[in-house]
């Protein structure tokens, strides 16, 4: 491994996709926090610590909070010696702004704020990143090495935007799970067996994230696409399209939770 010493606390799901991510690109070494190690981390390279008190406080090349939000509140302050060693300090926790980061780990912190998606915890997640005003353009660049470990990145000039791309992605997967869900029960109001309705409803979304990833088409041509006029697709999109429809729902989905992930800010 290289000469970068990472540091990683909580090795959940999205912490183990980063640390193999990680090691995958030749980073290191890693440390890890983490208290109940999966066997999957056990098997690594990792060095692994089971508290925050067994990690000395020198200068790592980073330092990944990848904890939930309740719990970056509570043990942030202990992260303070290593933030004031210059390391780079990154945290994924939604609705933690860095106002109350840099209260745990001082004015000079260099802090860079992402908001993974749960497609990372198998390399096809994208992220949202916001980097403070003491961020370097060298630690940048390493961030976004970092996350990129889990697939892609966007930079956001505004902190504010973060909660926006909570909102889009962050949450995403879940509006995607619940379209699925949705084709499958309209499948068996059609008349379809259950697992025939679920097993179509499932494969078509997989199938046509994948033609989306790989067709560099618009998303209006990819429509066209299967859209015949006069025909079935069309009959459905004038319900799908039309007033209080997909467009008009999903607009109120992602406001309210992009309202809810501004509460938990301000909380």
Not at 12 to 23: D, E, N, V
Not at 39 to 50: E, N, W
Not at 123 to 152: C, K, Q
Request: charged share 15%.
């Amino acid at each position: 491994m290289s000469n970068t010493p990472i540091l990683i606390i909580g090795a959940g799901k999205m912490g183990t996709a980063l640390i193999r991510g990680w090691i995958k690109a030749g980073l290191g070494p890693i440390t890890a926090v983490e208290p109940n190690p999966s066997q999957a981390l056990k098997d690594t390279c990792v060095k692994i610590v089971p508290a925050l008190d067994a990690v000395p406080a020198q200068a790592w090349r980073a330092c990944v909070v990848a904890l939930k939000p309740h719990i970056v509140r509570v043990e942030a302050a202990k992260l303070a010696a290593i933030a004031a060693c210059g390391t780079l300090m990154i945290s994924i926790a939604a609705g933690t702004g860095t106002d109350l980061l840099h209260q745990h780990w001082g004015e000079a912190a260099a802090i860079v704020r992402v908001m993974p998606n749960t497609p990372g915890s198998i390399g096809r997640g994208i992220s949202g990143l916001y980097a403070g005003p003491n961020v370097a353009a060298v630690d940048r660049d390493f961030a976004s090495t970092l996350v990129g470990a889990i697939g892609e990145t966007v930079w956001l000039n505004e902190e504010g935007l973060i909660d926006a791309v909570t909102a889009v992605s962050g949450s995403g997967p879940a509006y995607i799970f619940a379209l699925v869900e949705a084709m499958a029960k309209a499948g068996e109001a059609a008349g379809l067996p259950s697992q025939t309705a679920a097993r179509l409803a499932r494969a078509t979304v997989t199938g046509s994230g994948a033609l989306l990833d790989a067709d560099p088409k618009s998303t209006a041509e990819l429509i066209r696409d299967v859209a015949t006029p006069g025909g079935t697709t069309e009959a459905a999109l004038k319900v799908l399209q039309g007033e209080g429809g997909l467009s008009a729902l999903m607009t109120k989905a992602v406001a309210a939770a992009k309202t809810r992930a501004e509460e938990l800010a301000r909380s």
